[in-house]
T-cell receptor, first 109, second 115 residues
Framework: GQNIDQPTEMTATEGAIVQINCTYQ??????LFWYQQHAGEAPTFLSYNVLDGLEEKGRFSSFLSRSKGYSYLLLKELQMKDSASYLC??????????WGAGTKLIIKP | IAGITQAPTSQILAAGRRMTLRCTQD?????MYWYRQDLGLGLRLIHYSNTAGTTGKGEVPDGYSVSRANTDDFPLTLASAVPSQTSVYFCASSETSRSSYNEQFFGPGTRLTVL
């Protein structure tokens, strides 16, 4: 079966750094997205990884290890507006996006 | 308009009634999708369309139907609503469905309550 494992909830302090880990099992693999979803809103795209390594985009970075079925999202200089759910979304062999419940990140002052 | 629009924003519906949720995109994307998201859970794919004129079933298609008469519009119909269909419904689109990079863009969602 297809499976995504992320922490249900994490808490971090404004200005700090947080790493959200994701392990996945899919039928084939064609890349991985990270999406952000604020409460009551639609998901929005953050990053895309298809090759092993780190992709950096401003305060956000995403890492992928295909052999380990592992990815993480790193958020630096946390701001209150970063309070949201973060969704690790692998793409299977049929190019279907596999959605899990994500990690709810709570930022405290 | 720019992006994807959905209508209505929210709706309260009596069980047994028929309801159509509308979705329109202006990005000329080939692929479109309907998801539902229940509180605290991930998105579940209801139906999808890889291109105008074609549709397919997702993970939870029962009780729903779709049509794709043109590129821009992808309505979702509940033939006879039941309380278990209470959810937030998101429409999404992507340039293609047959590529490893097929970022999906989402509409704002429709909050549906079936009583």
């Amino acid at each position: 079966g297809q499976n995504i494992d992320q922490p249900t909830e994490m808490t971090a302090t404004e200005g700090a750094i947080v790493q959200i880990n994701c392990t996945y099992q899919t039928s084939g693999f064609n890349g991985l997205f990270w999406y952000q979803q604020h409460a009551g809103e639609a998901p929005t795209f953050l990053s895309y990884n298809v090759l092993d390594g780190l992709e950096e985009k401003g305060r956000f970075s995403s890492f992928l290890s295909r052999s380990k079925g592992y990815s993480y999202l790193l958020l630096k200089e946390l701001q209150m507006k970063d309070s949201a759910s973060y969704l690790c979304v692998p793409i299977d062999s049929n190019y279907q996006l596999i959605w899990g419940a994500g990690t709810k990140l709570i930022i405290k002052p | 308009i720019a992006g994807i629009t959905q209508a209505p924003t929210s709706q309260i519906l009596a069980a047994g009634r028929r309801m159509t949720l509308r979705c329109t995109q202006d990005m000329r994307h080939n692929a479109m999708y309907w998801y539902r998201q229940d509180l605290g859970l991930g998105l579940r794919l209801i139906h999808y369309s890889n291109t105008a004129g074609t549709t397919g079933k997702g993970e939870v298609p029962d009780g729903y139907s779709v049509s794709r008469a043109n590129t821009d519009d992808f309505p979702l119909t509940l033939a006879s609503a039941v309380p278990s269909q209470t959810s937030v419904y998101f429409c999404a689109s992507s340039e293609t469905s047959r590529s490893s990079y097929n970022e999906q863009f989402f509409g704002p969602g429709t909050r549906l309550t079936v009583l």
